[in-house]
């Protein structure tokens, strides 16, 4: 299984950018799956994750303004992000939570501006 992070770009502060994940081969439904993030300079840590079941966490920093969904059937997970500010500035990455399964993908580079 590959997964590839999508929907990244440039965008101003309070602006939104909804991010996908694809996989290309089946992830099983039994997976929770997490969006991750790595900004310069930091680890890269966990934003997001939803369980098979759908039940969400978020990281303080983004409740509220962040949202996490997945579509099984197509082997897809998002991430809707709102009123972004310029600490959201990072690589995101998704995979496989709480033990990250398969190897990174190339992540998709999200840059807020002030």
């Known amino acids: 299984v590959q997964l590839q992070a999508s929907g990244g770009g440039l965008v101003q502060t309070g602006g939104s950018l909804r991010l996908s994940c694809a996989a290309s081969g089946s992830i099983s439904s039994a997976n929770s799956m997490g969006w991750y993030r790595q900004a310069p300079g930091e680890q890269r840590g966990l934003v997001a994750f939803i369980s098979s079941e759908g039940v969400t966490q978020y990281i303080d920093s983004v409740k509220g303004r962040f949202t996490i969904s997945r579509d099984n059937a197509k082997n897809m997970v998002y991430l809707q992000m709102n009123a972004l500010k310029p600490e959201d500035t990072a690589g995101y990455y998704c995979?496989?939570?709480?033990?990250?399964?398969?190897?990174w993908g190339q992540g998709t580079l999200v840059t807020v501006s002030s």
């Open positions: 995979n496989t939570f709480p033990i990250v399964r398969t190897p």
